[in-house]
């Protein structure tokens, strides 16, 4: 008997169900009759409302964006938890030696997660480098070094940024940095790993699907490739072949430690995603031994009335991207009504706003030469991006109920003020000053 035909509506308000059959056809043949028009709306706006800046000003606005960013991220820490850093200097200070903030975090499987680490440099040899390593082959570390100098805070100490990574859920362990004192006595520092949770609650493909696609990982590092399968689609105890096809490099899936090209695998209960019916996962670790090696992925199967189900991936060796910033670009347009709004990644600067535009002047060119010059100007841009920045962070971590709201108005505006004050004297010191020292 065939699967059971479902809605391509979800039962909540949130409208079509992305994964639908019937959502996808739809999308795929919405697109191909919009993209065409988005783009050409793109280009008539890219030639009209073209930025003009000196090479210098987009450069102080990358580098404030960029703190941004960076801040925002280390914020919410892609655990789902807004950390409110009210005393973040202190716990830093509070390192005597060698010491990680946060102590212990939780991971989001398939994202890289920053922990900072703290040294007090006096205390190491010069130039002094610093070891870092997982207790859990599932978890990994980038960078694997680190020179304690780098990312200085004050003279005597260092705060340095280090990635986190897991694809495997519910998995635990610890990440630990060695480095060698003045003395020659070696010094650990540890930060726990909890937990690893989805990133999402998973929902079944229509049949087999690989996650992520691509998955990337770096040389000699064993990586963990999920194969979802819908088992409605797949019924118990089929076989499912895995293999790899244009194969670039010494890429290979890894079977019981040693390296092969392909495998067989039966489908049974303990595949069964926890608390669901019709969902299975398999996890399948893979690795190269160095840069650009790449290889398709296949599962191949026969479906619930004999007809040949298959999925395709690729596993590639490559710098492992983090995700693109909460804000991207500043745009200087003509509004409705607002100073600014934040749509998609992008600040909108309202140059019809009375304010706005004795400060900036009428179009994007004459902000930016007034950014360039006019110290007032540099001063108004840097509290827009700051202020609505922060802003759309607290929205989201609101609607996501990451922020505990007892009063929605108040709560969300001392959020506002708090991380903007923070903030703050890095950004308008990127801005004004031209960069940070």
Same mark, same amino acid.
């Given at each position: 008997?065939?699967?059971? @035909?479902?809605?391509? &509506? ?17 999308? !795929? ?23 003009? @800046? ?37 716990? =830093? =200070? ?13 991971? =989001? ?7 900072? &680490? ?54 635990? #362990? ?27 609650? &998973? ?16 040389? !000699? ?7 979802? =399968? ?61 840069? @650009? ?31 693109? #910033? ?30 706005? !535009? ?24 840097? &509290? ?36 903007? !004050? ?10 004004? @000053?031209?960069?940070?020292?």
């Amino acid at each position: 008997m065939g699967k059971q @035909a479902t809605s391509p &509506l979800t039962v909540t308000r949130d409208g079509f169900d992305p994964s639908h059959p019937i959502t996808k056809e739809l999308f !795929n043949e919405l697109r191909k009759y919009l993209v065409p028009f988005y783009k050409k709306e793109e280009q008539k706006y890219n030639k009209k409302y073209a930025t003009q @800046a000196d090479p210098l000003v987009r450069d102080r606005l990358k580098d404030a964006l960029k703190e941004i960013n960076k801040y925002l991220k280390e914020l919410v820490g892609y655990n789902g938890e807004p950390i409110i850093p009210t005393d973040t200097k202190k716990e =830093i =200070i509070d390192i005597e030696i060698l010491g990680f903030l946060p102590e212990s975090t939780t991971l =989001i499987s398939g994202i890289p997660r920053i922990v900072q &680490l703290v040294a007090r440099k006096q205390l190491f040899k010069d130039k002094s480098i610093i070891m870092l390593s997982s207790t859990n082959q599932n978890i990994e570390v980038f960078p694997e070094t680190v020179a304690i100098e780098k990312g200085k805070i004050k003279d005597e100490l260092s705060l340095i940024p280090i990635n986190i990574l897991c694809d495997v859920v519910e998995e635990k #362990g610890e990440v630990v940095a060695l480095a060698e004192l003045k003395e020659g006595e070696l010094k650990e520092a540890r930060v726990k790993i909890v937990d690893v949770i989805q990133k999402e609650e &998973l929902k079944p493909p229509d049949t087999l699907e690989f996650s992520p696609n691509p998955c990337k990982s770096r040389p !000699n590092r064993v990586r963990k490739l999920s194969l979802l =399968i819908n088992t409605d689609a797949v019924p118990m105890g089929r076989k499912i072949k895995i293999y790899l096809e244009n194969i670039r490099g010494d890429i290979a899936l890894l079977l019981n430690g040693k390296k092969s090209l392909s495998d067989n695998i039966k489908l049974e209960k303990n595949h069964l995603v926890n608390g669901s019916k019709d969902l299975a996962k398999v996890m399948i670790p893979w690795i190269g031994s160095g840069w @650009a090696q790449s290889a398709r992925i296949v599962a191949e199967t026969k479906g619930e009335e004999g007809e040949i189900l298959k999925a395709n991936g690729k596993i590639q060796i490559s710098e492992i991207e983090e995700e693109p #910033g909460l804000v991207r670009d500043v745009k200087y347009l003509p509004l409705e009504e607002v100073s600014s709004q934040y749509v998609a990644g992008i600040i909108y600067i309202n140059s019809e706003h009375p304010l706005n !535009n004795q400060v900036f002047g009428a179009d994007e060119t004459d902000m930016w030469k007034k950014v360039k010059e006019d110290k007032t100007a540099q001063y108004r841009l840097g &509290l827009i991006i700051l202020e609505e920045s922060v802003s759309r962070l607290a929205e989201k971590a609101a609607s996501e109920g990451k922020i505990k709201l007892v009063s929605p108005v108040t709560d969300i505006r001392r959020f506002i003020d708090l991380h903007t !004050n923070i903030l703050a004297p890095k950004v308008l010191k990127v801005i004004m @000053a031209g960069g940070i020292k």
